[in-house]
C-alpha cells in the first residue's frame, strides 16, 4: 500500500524558516517525481513545487520562487521542503503528493504550517 | 498564473448526475491533454479521480467520467452517492513559471 507521511510542520514567526519532510513507503520511491501541494484556510488546492525522481530537476510556483528549496533523500525514501522567509500567506496545510502522468495520484494527510506572530 | 475556474457548488439528489466544469485559457486546459481530477474530504489528503482528461485510476468508480471541450474540462459524477459529499478539484499542466494550476474548487452537497 502506498503511503505518504508528512512532518515537521508547525507555528513559526513571520520571517522564519521550517522543513517540511515526507516519508513514502509501499512503492520504489527513487521512481517517481514527487510534489509538494498546499491548501491556505478557506481556499483552494496551490502547486508548490516539484521534483525529478533523481533530484536533477526542480520546479517551483512563482509565489514560493527563491524562498523554499525541495530536495530529496532516495536512500531514506524521503522528501524535503525548506521554507525560508515566510510570510503569514505562507500559512496552510502542506501535502506531498507522488507525480505521474502528468498527475498526482497519491497524497498524505498533511502537515500545517501557521506563520504568525 | 490565474486558477482554473470552477462553480463554488454543485448539489444533486441521490442517484442523479452532476457536472462540474473547469474552465481555463489555451495556455493551460486548451492546450493540454493534462487535465486531472480530485476529491477531497476534509482532514483527509485528495484523491485522484481522473488523469489525462478522461483516465480513471485503479479502483475509481465508473460513476467518474472525464471529458474536455476546448478551454472547459468538465467531471461527471453519475448515480450520486451520500459519500460523493465534498470538495473536488481540476487541475492542468501549464505553461510558464508555474507548472501547474489548479481549479477554485467544487462543493458538491447530496441533497
Known amino acids: 500500500e502506498v503511503q505518504l507521511v508528512e512532518s515537521g510542520g508547525g507555528l513559526v514567526q513571520p520571517g522564519g524558516s521550517l522543513r517540511l519532510s515526507c516519508v513514502g513507503s509501499g512503492f520504489i520511491f527513487s521512481s517517481y517525481y514527487m510534489t509538494w501541494v498546499r491548501q491556505a484556510p478557506g481556499r483552494g488546492l496551490e502547486w508548490v513545487a516539484n521534483?525529478?525522481?533523481?533530484?536533477?530537476?526542480?520546479s517551483y510556483a512563482d509565489s514560493v520562487k527563491g524562498r523554499f528549496t525541495i530536495s530529496r533523500d532516495n536512500a531514506r525514501k524521503s522528501l524535503y521542503v525548506q521554507m525560508n522567509s515566510l510570510r503569514a500567506e505562507d500559512t496552510a496545510v502542506y501535502y506531498c503528493?507522488?507525480?505521474?502522468?502528468?498527475?498526482?495520484?497519491?497524497w498524505g494527510r498533511g502537515t500545517m504550517v501557521t506563520v504568525s506572530s | 498564473q490565474s486558477a482554473l475556474t470552477q462553480p463554488a457548488s454543485v448539489s444533486g439528489s441521490p442517484g442523479q448526475s452532476i457536472t462540474i466544469s473547469c474552465t481555463g485559457t489555451?495556455?493551460?486546459?486548451?492546450?493540454?491533454?493534462?487535465v486531472s481530477w480530485y476529491q477531497h474530504h476534509p482532514d483527509k489528503g485528495p484523491r485522484l479521480l481522473i488523469y489525462?482528461?478522461?483516465n480513471r485510476p485503479s479502483g475509481v468508480s465508473n460513476r467518474f467520467s472525464g471529458s474536455k471541450s476546448g478551454n472547459t474540462a468538465s467531471l461527471t459524477i453519475s448515480g450520486l452517492q451520500a459519500e460523493d459529499e465534498a470538495d473536488y478539484y481540476c487541475?492542468?499542466?501549464?505553461?510558464?513559471?508555474?507548472?501547474?494550476?489548479f481549479g477554485t474548487g467544487t462543493k458538491v452537497t447530496v441533497l
Open positions: 521534483i525529478k525522481s533523481d533530484g536533477s530537476e526542480k
Open positions: 503528493a507522488r507525480h505521474v502522468d502528468w498527475a498526482f495520484d497519491f
Open positions: 489525462k482528461v478522461s
Open positions: 489555451s495556455s493551460d486546459v486548451g492546450g493540454y491533454n493534462y
Open positions: 487541475t492542468s499542466f501549464t505553461t510558464g513559471s508555474t507548472y501547474y494550476v
